[in-house]
Nanobody
Framework: QVQLVESGGGLVQPGGSLRLSCAAS????????LGWYRQAPGKQREVVARATRGGTTNYADSVKGRFTISRDNAKNTVTLQMNSLKPGDTAVYYCNAVPPPLGGKWGQGSQVAVSS
């Protein structure tokens, strides 16, 4: 079963940028849709961006115009470029299939903190 590992989080000031990466242990081509999710303290996990095998992308209204998801089926990676970050973007970010979870599992996630 393919496993997904997130990386690239950190602390950034409001207005800054971060790039998250998700590396798969095997081929992601057979997975129709992959997405980035986030979970803030005390809140439910939510999907913020989704990319299909064919290249269609969708975004939550809260991140539209600021985040960009990219999927590389050849390299088995999914990235999330996050620009104009706001304190409300602070959360643990996960990549997984849509709908989740791939293989019944969630990864460790990547912490993103936006603060001055």
């Amino acid at each position: 079963q393919v496993q997904l590992v997130e990386s690239g989080g950190g602390l950034v000031q409001p207005g800054g940028s971060l790039r998250l990466s998700c590396a798969a242990s095997g081929s992601i081509f057979s997975i129709n849709a992959l997405g980035w999710y986030r979970q803030a303290p005390g809140k439910q996990r939510e999907v913020v961006a989704r990319a299909t095998r064919g290249g269609t992308t969708n975004y939550a209204d809260s991140v539209k115009g600021r985040f960009t998801i990219s999927r590389d089926n050849a390299k088995n990676t999914v990235t999330l470029q996050m620009n104009s970050l706001k304190p409300g973007d602070t959360a643990v970010y996960y990549c997984n299939a849509v709908p989740p979870p791939l293989g019944g599992k969630w990864g460790q996630g990547s912490q993103v903190a936006v603060s001055s």
